[in-house]
């Protein structure tokens, strides 16, 4: 039996707004437009639905681990609980090296032996280029939203909702 294909999505900025202070707290995190409906869209589609996010201020000590799950849950309330699982990674170079951390690949392996989906199925959806390269190298679709200049993005697209659209019109 063939196992679903998955999107792997970053959070910030993908899910919900980003801030160079850092997004740490259900009231200052900010649930992007058409989230949750693209969300159900994917889940619609057969698609299963996963986070991948590097969470550097826990490292730094700006905030914990029960801060960033508190966040996560308020993501998880937002969109009707669709989302399988969260991988994060709380380490930052100025504290601690970390394989989990993206650009590494540790996170994507991990999401991809617990779900078992063909990775040629699967798609990434990130802002930056670090959200794309591990996802390029397990041989994943891309799509890069907001900044569109990643040499390593398949696709470009305005936010997940447009995003959205590209995987579904693609689908094989």
Not at 124 to 146: C, E, F, S
């Amino acid at each position: 039996m063939q196992k679903k294909p998955y999107v792997l999505l970053d959070r910030d900025g993908v899910l919900n707004a980003d801030s160079p202070d850092y997004v740490y707290t259900p009231e200052n995190l900010k649930i992007l437009p058409g989230v949750p409906e693209a969300l159900k869209e994917l889940h619609n589609a057969g698609f299963g639905i996963a986070v991948i996010t590097n969470q550097s201020g826990i490292a730094q000590g700006l905030y914990t681990r029960e801060d960033m799950r508190a966040c996560h849950r308020k993501i998880q309330s937002a969109c009707d609980r669709l989302i399988e699982a969260f991988y994060y990674a709380p380490g930052h170079p100025s504290v601690s090296e970390s394989l989990s951390r993206k650009p590494g690949s540790l996170l994507f392996e991990k999401a991809m032996a617990k779900f078992g989906p063909d990775p040629a199925a699967c798609w990434m959806v990130g802002d930056k280029d670090r959200d794309l390269i591990p996802a390029r190298k397990m041989g994943m679709k891309t799509i890069q939203v907001i900044y569109k200049n990643s040499q390593h993005a398949d696709y470009f697209a305005e936010d997940l909702p447009a995003a959205v659209s590209v995987i579904l019109n693609n689908m094989a």
